[in-house]
């Protein structure tokens, strides 16, 4: 089954204490999208400017990622700059051009519109919203988000979460969302407003799953000593996940113990992509690599 | 085997956002001792007044715990009062009176000097320092400490590290003792200082535990909802652990299966004594409650 998959692709300038490169492939769907493909088709929507460079697309369509849904339009591609501080755990944004994506409207191709699995980039909720009333009985949907929405477009994030199955945003957002300090209070909380799962990320200190009926999983992260960019560690688990429910979910009830294994194969995904610049890593991973991590994941945390 | 185990014996004032209770039961080696009871015999240093209340005197004495090293002398007992703030997450001391501890001096008696298994719970690194050089090779030593050591007796605490098989610190503690963000690296920092296993506490994110030859193991937090007293959840963790250790190995070598078995162990004591002030649900716990725990630990664990 394939997965369809929509949010920002852009080019980004970022900087690091000990690094700065300019002019990288970026965006959430970026990341979703190459690293979905490491597990399942992906159905890509997204839009770029004609500047948009032709290696890119090289690479989205070296991965079994369908273009059929990414516009290019003229004007130029949506750009950010970012710079993270010394501990790499927080960033400031230095500068946002949405250039072509200010009037981005996500229109589905027709055959994109009756999905198995549909993974929600980081984008606005309006986009988001408009992405689901296209489709047809999608059979899990699950939705990304940032602090930035919480604060400028709540009303609109938390009607959407009465149309997901699964959520997915970091402790701080989770916090904010709910006004709970506690995020086993604010997992249950999150689920009362519509998802049934929902996933915490807790960056250097793994992710939570929450689940039907007190269902719960704490997956460790990754022990890494050699991180050089966090951009799209967010972005690379949630299509990492949704990937691997893509290839592992029949046609039978997409369960607790899939959603376990998605989380792990996401984290896995996520702790190579921090390891280089950009997408530079997830352009080199190999499958036996990924199973190499999962292994370790297996045995970091096995009782 | 039995667990030998020094540390502070107090009374405490606690203040939380939402409840004050005066005169406890507290110090590091009542929640060490109380938790390690609970897995094997224990042998008891430390020092009261003769103010320590009867009541204390037999909780102790119905938990396997040997009080002829328990120094009862003339004058008051320690006493600290502390107050949480409104996530629980950081404490204010209001006051300490040293009283009868100002003058401890850590001495064992004589059938107390061939431990198996020593658990230096925190108090000043001299004080850890004058209880190893009282006994004949112990199995193994495990020392926790705290931040006031760091600031105060740092030398005498890394000369300690040389000295003993494990430590234990939380967080912030690691990464104010060695100068390293990435909490992996603040790991293995601590175990070139000397120690070969190294428990890294992070409170609701559980704990990291460090072993020879890149052996790692990430032990989740238990999803507590209902928090009441924090105090004493680094103690009663080192405790639970120690006496497992002492129960669980015989005459082999302690292996990395038993500390990590050790570790969840601890977690279980630590996550039930963090729902009542003082040593409250330490005292109503059974091995049932602690089995049941331990199976949840383990199931939300498995990947």
Redesign the interface.
């Known amino acids: 089954m394939s997965v369809l998959i929509v949010g920002s692709i852009g080019l980004d300038d970022i900087k690091t204490p000990l690094e700065e490169h300019k002019n990288l492939l970026g965006g959430s769907a970026s990341y979703c999208a190459v690293s979905a493909g490491f597990f399942s088709p992906v159905n890509l929507v997204g839009i770029v400017g004609e500047d948009f460079p032709k290696e890119h697309m090289a690479l989205f369509e070296s991965r079994q990622i369908d273009l059929e849904g990414l516009q290019i339009v003229p004007g130029e591609t949506f750009r950010w700059s970012g710079e993270y501080m010394?501990?790499l755990n927080t960033r400031e944004t230095r500068s946002i051009a949405l250039n072509v994506f200010e009037h981005f409207t996500p229109t589905l191709p027709a055959n994109y519109k009756k999905p198995a699995i549909v993974l929600l980039g980081n984008i606005a909720p309006d986009l988001q919203h408009h992405v689901l009333d296209q489709v047809t009985l999608p059979r899990f949907v699950v939705a990304d988000t940032m602090d930035l929405w919480i604060n400028i477009a709540k009303e609109r994030l938390v009607e959407l979460l009465a149309r997901i199955h699964m959520l997915i945003l970091n402790d701080s957002e989770a916090r904010e969302l709910t006004g709970e300090?506690?995020?086993?209070?604010a997992g249950?909380k999150l689920q009362n407003l519509g998802p049934g799962y929902v996933a915490i990320k807790?960056g250097?200190?793994?992710c939570?799953l929450f689940g039907q009926e007190g269902e719960?999983?704490?997956c460790?992260?990754y022990?890494?000593?050699d991180?050089h960019d966090p951009t799209g560690a967010g972005d690379s688990f949630a299509g990492g996940l949704a990937g691997y429910l893509a290839k592992h979910t029949g046609d039978s009830e997409i369960t607790f113990d899939n959603l376990?294994?998605a989380v792990?194969y996401g984290s896995v995904i996520a702790s190579y992509n921090v390891e280089a610049f950009s997408l530079e890593r997830l352009k080199t991973i190999t499958q036996t690599e990924i199973g190499e991590r999962y292994d370790m994941?297996?045995r970091?945390?096995?009782?």
Chains 1, 2 share one sequence.
């Open positions: 010394w501990d300090t506690n995020l086993i209070k249950h807790k250097e200190h793994g939570l719960f999983f704490s460790p992260a022990p890494l000593t991180i376990r294994q792990v994941f297996r970091i945390s096995q009782l």
